[in-house]
């Protein structure tokens, strides 16, 4: 590529300045002549005039040879007088005088000598001597000469520049497109030098956000697969000791194959609950999920996420407490889906409250924090475990758990607050947890745009 590159910006280089010199020596050789037509004009229109002032005052072409050797040394040619007969009376070469003009042949450009009245009292001859002709000749070579070594200069100062240019760019892309085999095969680890302001310091700043980004990716995907593999071994085992013991006899009694059977059913449940979360998260992971709007009083759906999450709440001893205003005005959302995030912030809470401890669902109106549009904002606050502030900012990700000491049927499979936040973004809306550290309870709050 570097060597293509360099081969590109040198035609493009010798191209123009061939270009270049093509126009500054037309241009220059057209000035050039058309300066000496100029001057040859200005000469032709004043010596006909000096000779015919010399005729008037003196009436004769005698003694007139040192004014012509005068304009040829002035005019920088050979200058040629003939008389009104045709007889050369005075020239430069002073061979020619005494000769009738029409018998020399090529003694230049012929100028009447016209007096008074239009008369005609001879003819004067000018031509550009041969030294005059070779120095203009001359004058073009050093010309040429001049812009073939500039040519070359530029040419050989361009060859540097595009060496240097060529490297510039094909070696950061060299590096890449090396980088980029090895992320291929796996190493998401790689990260390239990215030195500069220049677009191929932006790509390379980019590459390097990419290649981060599906290391994170991979990690997850690890995760995932971990975290599945382990919320399914857990039940699964369960399920199968009991099956086993029951095959045995070993589990032979009516009340505890009841019990057994009672556990394999809590467990069939945690894996639906789990294959339903995944289905959810694979939903929302195809892009924006159809969602099936209309206006929604939130109050409703306070009331009935807390009827749901009731029956739970009263098993573990913990208190629940609706303060949603009925008066807050409707919200074009999904019910279903909106519902579902609410009760997964629900189940969190009473997940991380102990025996005693109050959950308090709010709601209220404010100003959005995404735009200048009003909010309705419902709260999910306990006085739990709250969350330490390293975990804070990871409660979001999928299979996070702040304890991941906790048992599958305690801590659940790490999906729900994420789905939550999930179908959160899908409204346009917001999704935030607070918590003043442990010991401290934790708030979560949703936030839905009017």
Known sequence: MARRLLLSYLALVVLTVALLAGIIYSATSQTFSRYLNDQAAAHNEMLPVMLAGYHTEHQTWEDVQPDIEQASLLIGGQVTLADAQGQIVAATRRDLIGRAAGEVSDLGTPIPVAGQGGRVMGTVYVQRSVAAQRADAEFLAGVTRALIAAGLGVALLAAGLGVLLARSISRPLAEMGRAALRISQGDYGVQVEARGQDEVAALGTAFNQM????????????????????????????????????????????????????????????????????????????????????????????????????????????????????????????????GQALLNLLENA????????????????????????????????????????????????????????????????????????????AHDGLLTAQSDGLGHGASFTLYLPL
Not at 253 to 258: G, H, T, Y
Not at 371 to 382: A, M, S, Y
């Open 211 to 338: 290649a981060k980004g599906m290391a994170g990716v991979e990690q997850l995907r690890r995760e995932l697969v971990a975290n599945v593999s382990h919320d399914l071994r857990t039940p699964l085992t369960v399920i199968r000791g009991y099956l086993e013991g029951l095959h045995s006899g070993e589990i032979a009694d009516r009340r505890s194959a009841e019990m057994a059977f009672e556990a394999m059913q809590g467990e069939v449940n945690r894996l639906l609950r789990l294959v339903d979360d995944l289905r959810q998260v694979a939903s929302l992971d195809a892009g924006a999920p159809h969602l099936k709007r209309r206006p929604t009083l939130v109050a409703d759906l306070a009331r009935d996420a807390l009827a749901r999450i009731e029956p739970v709440a009263t098993a573990r001893g913990v208190i629940l407490a609706n303060e949603v205003s009925p008066d807050l005005p409707p919200v074009s959302l999904d019910p279903g889906r909106m």
């Open 350 to 425: 009473v997940r991380h409250t102990p025996s005693g401890g109050r959950i308090t669902l709010r709601g209220g109106r404010a100003k959005y924090p995404r735009g200048p549009r009003e909010h309705l904002w419902l709260t999910v606050q306990d006085t739990g475990e709250g969350i330490a502030p390293e975990h804070l900012s990871h409660v979001f990700e999928r299979f996070y758990r702040a304890d991941p000491a906790r048992s599958h049927s305690e801590g659940g499979a790490g999906l729900g607050l994420s789905i939550a936040h999930s179908i959160a973004e």
